[in-house]
């Protein structure tokens, strides 16, 4: 009778070790993939300039590389990042690099975050500098200080502006562009209606009257997502209260509730009640903002300058292609500081994951080499209409040929000086609450005054902690 | 030991490895996480013990309240409209001869596709200029509503896109009880002369309780803990006003400002409304309709 028994026994134990033994058999094969690293082929190999070494010999690994450039208006930088990869793979023996695209918002306030706190971010990864998102990784010890290594690359006073990636001095991440954000207009509506480019807020106004009462949004707005409405609030923060408010937040030398920040929030909000905006914006994409404005819908936009390259490529442009103009936000009446700086943002670029091993490490190098280089920069310049993140020489940035990035740097040039966005300055509770505000505000559930109340409490409570 | 199957041990070694993994996977994390609803945690930095103030904090802000509201009205709309609804629907289609198996399988088609594409493909429909919905009020002379962008038509529009999505599947569930009463009773009742709707009424709908008893439960539990729809339609927007708690956790817990401290909080608020009000459910209502204690 205990036959049975028995051999009910034996079978359970058998298959349970069995589905152990799978278990541990997966354990064994990635520690023999991750542990022995081949000294011999992969060290040493610095800055993998040499790339002499027959790569069939190294033993193959592969390193995680995590980027936003996903979609048709991405394709040019795409394409850079694939030849950098491409490159950086041929001069590092064994080297494979696994792309994982994933659109930028849910990367940046989804995906990241939670890998972050998990421990096992991606080895390189799209990210943004500042107190939010860089600097609250570097405190956390979760990325690679790249100071040695740009150091050793002999890059390191190339950069325009680390400052958003700086902690006590060293560097956790570099930017791969610089940006400004102002007006994108269509030069025929403009043409149509007899408006030339304002250069005072009367002008502007003026113009997106006319566009009105033409039956054409004067500016496309998509705030499903809240970031897109605060680039203009942001710069308008920066006309009203000065340049230096931005930076003041935080410093608590500013506050969001003093009469000048409000105002920039209450000329937002006449706006809206104007109907000058898209209508039903708060349902709309940030891709639907660029739509409204590619087809005609509306006269103007407020967006980044990494918009440029769409407006000369006829497949996203259509007949819109090279027909589209730039203008800053021009001076405000009454507004404080210097009325000519424009918003300039040296945030997105690539981080790295402070858990490398050797190799690994020699991949980052190779990778910082062939993406911060003079010529990837040119290209960035030339094919993506990219502001450079790092000094060129005077005749690399002659050779820039699109009008509407001529014009965008011309701006830049003109301008007095910059202003960072607030989105990396203060900290992501503040934000966060920007982002809740503005929405409301859009919605008419709360009016200037209430908006920058409620702003002001939260970054009082921050300030306290800090 | 001639039945071994009678033996207390073998039971308890066939389900040893269920409940092994059960409490490893389940039990444990529960557990051991709820931990964290009491400190701050970031997942970053270090931190601390706050005792019950991510509770307060949840209950405190106005945002909580509202999606706590909006949770109860997914409940009363798919107690209250769906489910006659669904009843009816099971009635009509039991009724009809030719074609069951095909209205069966069209209203349950939904169900089994992804909500992802629900929530794209009713995007479409909801679209304000071009969208097929505006266009037919078009024609009734009606201006175009924006469905999901304007706070007080977001709700309905994602509670309709909710319903279409799972009423076939309960449909489906209320025609096999149906479909399951012996014809002997409606015979009698044909032959006693009960019209169509008497029979319905009478004999169909008192003998399916207990089935719309379950599908009650499940809605009420479903209520408590949708999320998914919200989150590709709308994220909670816009200003919240489709917040339900589970997009809330989310919203809070992930994103700009993780704190999964406050998230792991808001998760043993769900957990602890869900359980009350099916329990609830369970101890009023869904016992008598089950039977046996009339």
């Known amino acids: 009778m205990n036959k049975r028994l028995g051999i009910a026994i034996l079978i359970l134990i058998v298959t349970l070790s069995a589905a152990l033994a799978a278990c541990g058999s997966g ?440 | 030991m001639k039945h071994p199957m009678r033996n207390p041990w073998i039971y308890t070694l066939f389900i040893a490895p269920t409940l092994i993994l059960y409490g490893l996977f389940f039990l444990w994390p529960m557990v051991s996480s709820s931990y964290y609803a009491f400190t701050d945690w970031n997942g970053l930095e270090n931190y601390r013990f706050v005792g019950w103030s991510n509770f307060a904090r949840a209950f405190g802000d106005p945002d909580f309240r509202r999606a706590i509201v909006n949770n109860l009205i997914f409940i009363g709309f798919s107690v209250f409209v769906q489910i006659p609804l669904i009843v009816l629907f099971a009635l009509l289609i039991a009724s009809v001869k030719r074609f069951r198996g095909f209205y069966k399988t069209t209203v349950f088609v939904p169900s089994i596709v992804s909500t992802s594409v629900i929530g794209i493909l009713w995007g479409f429909i909801y679209e304000p200029e071009v969208g097929p919905l505006n266009r037919l009020l078009a024609l009734f002379g009606a201006g175009p509503i924006y469905w999901l962008a304007e706070p007080k038509w977001a709700l309905p529009a994602v509670l309709i896109t909710n319903a279409w999505q799972w009423m076939g599947f309960y449909i489906v569930l209320v025609l096999a009880a149906i479909l399951a009463i012996p014809r002997e009773i409606h015979e009698a009742a044909i032959v006693d002369g009960a019209s169509g709707w008497q029979r319905a009424l009478n004999i169909t709908v008192p003998l399916i309780l207990p089935v719309i008893s379950v599908v009650v439960m499940l809605s009420i539990a479903g209520g408590m803990r949708v999320v998914d729809i919200v989150l590709v339609m709308t994220k909670g927007g816009p200003v919240g006003a489709t917040e339900v708690m589970a997009s809330y956790m989310v919203n809070e817990a992930m994103g700009i400002d993780p704190n999964y401290g406050f998230g792991t909080a808001i998760a043993l608020i769900i957990f602890t409304f869900a359980l009350v009000l099916t329990s609830l459910y369970q101890m009023t209502f869904g016992r008598r309709m089950q039977g046996g204690e009339f």
């Open chain 1, 27 to 466: 354990k064994n094969e990635n520690a023999a993939n991750g542990g022995s690293p081949g000294p011999s082929t992969g060290g040493g190999n610095g800055g993998g300039t040499s790339g002499s070494e027959p790569s069939e010999d190294a033993e193959p690994f592969t390193v995680s590389l995590r980027h936003i450039q996903i979609g048709e208006a991405q394709k040019f930088r795409k394409a850079i990042l694939d030849d950098v990869v491409k490159k950086t793979e041929e001069e590092v023996p064994g080297l494979k690099f696994e792309l994982d695209g994933v659109e930028d918002q849910v990367n940046r306030f989804t995906k990241l975050p939670a890998e972050m706190a998990a421990g096992n971010p991606p080895k390189i990864f799209d990210l943004f500098g500042g107190a939010g998102d860089a600097l609250k990784y570097a405190k956390a010890g979760r990325l690679l200080d790249v100071t040695p290594i740009i150091e050793e690359l002999g890059i390191a006073d190339k950069f325009l502006n680390l400052s958003q990636f700086t902690l006590d001095g060293n560097v956790y991440g570099l930017p791969i562009g610089g940006s400004t954000e102002g007006f994108f207009y269509n030069m025929p509506l403009f043409e149509k209606y007899n408006i030339k480019v304002p250069t005072t807020l009367e002008e502007l106004e003026a113009a997106a009257e006319t566009l009105k009462q033409n039956g054409i949004t004067p500016f496309a707005m998509g705030s499903k997502g809240a970031w897109v409405p605060l680039m203009l609030v942001n710069t308008l923060i920066g006309r009203y209260a000065g340049p230096d408010a931005i930076d003041g937040f935080p410093a608590g030398t500013h506050a969001w509730n003093s009469p000048e920040v409000t105002a920039a929030f209450a000329k937002y909000e006449e706006w809206v009640k104007k109907g000058y905006f898209t209508k039903g914006e708060l349902g709309l994409e940030y891709a639907d903002m660029l739509n409204q404005f590619v087809t005609g819908k509306a006269g103007m936009m407020f967006d980044g300058s990494w918009r440029s390259s769409v407006f000369r490529d006829p497949e996203q442009a259509g007949e819109l292609t090279g027909k589209v103009g730039f203008f800053p936000m021009p001076p405000v009446p009454g507004g404080k500081g210097d009325q000519t700086f424009v918003n300039g943002n040296y945030s997105n670029g690539y981080g790295f994951s402070a858990d490398l091993n050797e190799r690994e490490r020699t991949a980052v190098k190779a990778f910082i080499k062939n993406m911060y280089s003079e010529e990837m920069q040119l290209r960035g310049l030339l094919e993506d209409g990219v502001l450079p993140s790092m000094k060129l020489s005077e005749d690399a940035l002659g050779k820039v040929e699109d009008p509407l990035v001529k014009q965008i740097m011309e701006v830049m040039r003109q301008a007095g000086g910059a202003f960072s966005h607030f989105d990396s300055t203060v900290p992501s509770e503040v934000y966060k609450e920007s982002e809740a505000q503005i929405q409301k505000l859009i919605a008419g559930q709360a009016t200037a005054e209430q908006v920058t109340e409620a702003l002001q409490k939260v970054q009082q409570e921050a300030n306290a902690k800090s």
